[in-house]
């Protein structure tokens, strides 16, 4: 079982900045994907970004490029998101995720393990 843990959320004023944290610990695999996804009222689930873990290639949706960006820790099988430039419509609940192997990045389906979620909140 893949144990994936979220941090990092709360609330912030527009134009504000957060930092998620994602942590897998015992996660061991020579090469696989985490990625980032979000969720508000209502809505399906998005992807944001995402990581080859085996190489460093990262994504990032079109959409959010320039504002968020996503990095591996320093730590072992860690994660974060940083979100700049913040607006009310960034509410919502953010996930970390884990796969061996994607076929696409955004996909949802594509990732058997997930965390909790923390919520993230913009006024």
């Known amino acids: 079982h893949v144990q994936l843990v979220e941090s990092g959320g709360g609330s912030v004023q527009a134009g504000g900045s957060l930092r998620l944290s994602c942590a897998a610990p015992g996660y061991r695999y020579d090469t696989y994907c985490m990625g980032w996804f979000r969720q508000a009222p209502g809505k399906a689930r998005e992807g944001i970004a995402s990581?080859?873990?085996?190489?460093?290639?990262?994504y990032v949706s079109f959409d959010l490029k320039g504002r968020f960006a996503i990095s591996q820790g320093s730590a072992e099988n860690t994660l974060y998101l940083q979100m700049n430039s913040l607006k009310p419509e960034d509410t919502a609940v953010y996930y970390c995720a884990a796969a061996h192997y994607v076929g696409r990045w955004d996909g949802r389906n594509e990732y058997p393990y997930w965390g909790q979620g923390t919520q993230v909140t913009v006024s």
């Open positions: 990581i080859d873990v085996g190489d460093g290639t990262t």
